[in-house]
RNA sequence: CCAAGGGUGACGGAGUGGCCAAUCGUACUAGACUGUAAAUCUAGCGGUCUUAUGACCUACGGAGGUUCGAAUCCUCCCCCUUGGA
């Protein structure tokens, strides 16, 4: 290791192997795996988010706020932060990464290094780049904007904080969300305030690592290959089982998700379960798309395919 | 064999004489992203050329025909679905 206060992030398109390599590194440089996977951050979304947990127990290590913060011990390694609530709860990329800075800090004091291995690429990026404190989510003005369209919410905005509004690139313009999230800003600050630059997180020394297929049939059937492997782990009886614990599909968006969304389709009637399955795999896709592009556009990362990603090559570059 | 309804771009599905290279949805391609991100959004999406709200070519099962002009009307052929026997 070329810095005892370092951090490894291992990040990737889906099936690429983050996680067996995450935990090969671990082993070898006396790490911990802090999970950086926005989806088994919550409990019960364990076969079809992929969730290996083996026989191992959640050792629960403290409570932040409504979040458990935690880990599993898989291989011998520690695996923090699956299970840090209910799929009820809300849970941001922000409340991600205060709770795996926590983690972080105290993994240093240890002399650990913490190794984040995740798709989630926007909550890497969060934790690596800065978090803006500029105003909290106010659930209910999200609530009473859901239904407005686009061009209202940029009137809104316009009347708030018009410079705000003219910032927006042409496709957040559009974006609802984008839109809602100024709209609170301006609403909390008074307006004017607009923007801020992000607050430095005190983690600089970083060493990225990106899988990516070069192969878009290579990608694609890694994904069918693993989505058939969730249906014979028990995807279906685990979607029954949320559904009788009395998760739905639009809780807080949590279970809107790839994979339970289709399979919670299917279980209403809505879906024929080859339709379920061939649209699981399809957002399958489009999400590995989606994360090529954050990850191809950042230039911290060093890029390889999951065929030379092995741990002597890991080695060479931490 | 008869009756009825159909065959449209990768798929679903509009259009029923000119404003149709063809609404829309999906897929696909590229992109955006500062507290919902496995989310949300933008653009493109027959081909060639091109500064273009531009030109030309090829296209709505096949072959002909009517018309200044057809995916749209007519004729014949092929295929599909449902009802009749």
Same mark, same amino acid.
């Given at each position: 290791?070329?810095?005892?206060?370092?951090i490894v992030v291992i990040t990737?398109?889906?099936?690429?192997?983050?996680?067996?390599?995450?935990?090969? =590194?671990?082993?070898?440089?006396?790490?911990?795996?802090?999970?950086?996977?926005?989806?088994?951050?919550?409990?019960?979304?364990?076969?079809?988010?992929?969730?290996?947990?083996?026989?191992?127990?959640?050792?629960?290590?403290?409570?932040?706020?409504?979040?458990?913060?935690?880990?599993?011990? &898989?291989?011998?390694? !520690? +695996?923090?932060?699956?299970?840090?609530?209910?799929?009820?709860?809300?849970?941001? @990329?922000?409340?991600?990464?205060?709770?795996? $800075?926590?983690?972080?800090?105290?993994?240093?004091?240890?002399?650990?290094?913490?190794?984040i291995?995740?798709?989630?690429?926007?909550?890497i $990026?969060?934790?690596l780049?800065?978090?803006?404190?500029?105003?909290?989510?106010?659930?209910? =003005?999200? *609530?009473?904007? %859901?239904?407005?369209?686009?061009?209202?919410?940029?009137? #809104?905005?316009?009347?708030?904080?018009?410079?705000?509004?003219?910032?927006?690139?042409?496709?957040?313009?559009?974006?609802? !969300? $984008?839109? &809602?999230? #100024?709209?609170? @800003?301006?609403?909390?600050?008074?307006?004017?305030?607009?923007?801020?630059?992000?607050?430095? *997180?005190?983690?600089?020394?970083f060493t990225c690592i990106g899988?990516?297929?070069?192969? *878009?049939?290579?990608?694609?059937?890694?994904?069918?290959? #693993? +989505?058939?492997?969730?249906?014979?782990?028990? @995807?279906?009886?685990?979607?029954?089982?949320?559904?009788? %614990?009395?998760?739905?599909?639009?809780?807080?968006?949590?279970?809107?998700?790839?994979?339970?969304?289709?399979? %919670?389709?299917?279980?209403?009637?809505?879906?024929?379960?080859?339709?379920?399955?061939?649209?699981?795999?399809?957002?399958?896709?489009?999400?590995?798309?989606?994360?090529?592009?954050?990850i191809?556009?950042d230039?911290s990362f060093i890029l390889?395919?999951?065929?030379?990603?092995?741990?002597?090559?890991? %080695?060479?570059?931490?």
């Amino acid at each position: 290791m070329k810095n005892s206060n370092t951090i490894v992030v291992i990040t990737g398109q889906t099936a690429t192997g983050k996680t067996k390599l995450g935990l090969s =590194l671990a082993k070898e440089i006396n790490g911990d795996i802090i999970s950086a996977d926005s989806r088994q951050a919550y409990r019960y979304l364990d076969v079809i988010s992929g969730k290996d947990i083996e026989d191992s127990n959640f050792v629960e290590v403290k409570k932040q706020g409504i979040y458990s913060i935690g880990y599993y011990t &898989i291989q011998g390694v !520690r +695996v923090w932060l699956y299970d840090m609530c209910t799929p009820k709860d809300y849970l941001s @990329a922000y409340d991600w990464a205060v709770a795996a $800075r926590s983690i972080i800090t105290q993994l240093h004091q240890e002399k650990r290094t913490p190794i984040i291995v995740g798709g989630a690429f926007h909550y890497i $990026r969060t934790l690596l780049y800065g978090l803006t404190a500029i105003a909290e989510p106010d659930k209910e =003005l999200r *609530t009473s904007l %859901m239904h407005e369209s686009a061009s209202q919410l940029q009137q #809104r905005l316009k009347e708030l904080d018009e410079t705000a509004l003219n910032a927006l690139n042409q496709s957040d313009r559009w974006n609802p !969300r $984008r839109l &809602i999230r #100024r709209i609170e @800003a301006a609403a909390a600050t008074g307006g004017g305030a607009s923007f801020p630059g992000l607050i430095d *997180t005190g983690i600089h020394t970083f060493t990225c690592i990106g899988l990516l297929y070069s192969d *878009t049939d290579e990608l694609e059937q890694h994904i069918n290959e #693993r +989505v058939q492997a969730r249906l014979d782990g028990g @995807a279906l009886e685990e979607v029954d089982l949320l559904i009788h %614990m009395g998760y739905r599909p639009e809780h807080y968006g949590m279970l809107k998700t790839i994979g339970y969304q289709q399979l %919670m389709a299917y279980s209403k009637g809505t879906l024929t379960l080859e339709a379920a399955i061939s649209q699981w795999k399809v957002k399958e896709y489009q999400y590995a798309k989606r994360q090529k592009t954050f990850i191809t556009h950042d230039p911290s990362f060093i890029l390889t395919s999951p065929d030379t990603a092995t741990l002597d090559w890991v %080695m060479n570059v931490v």
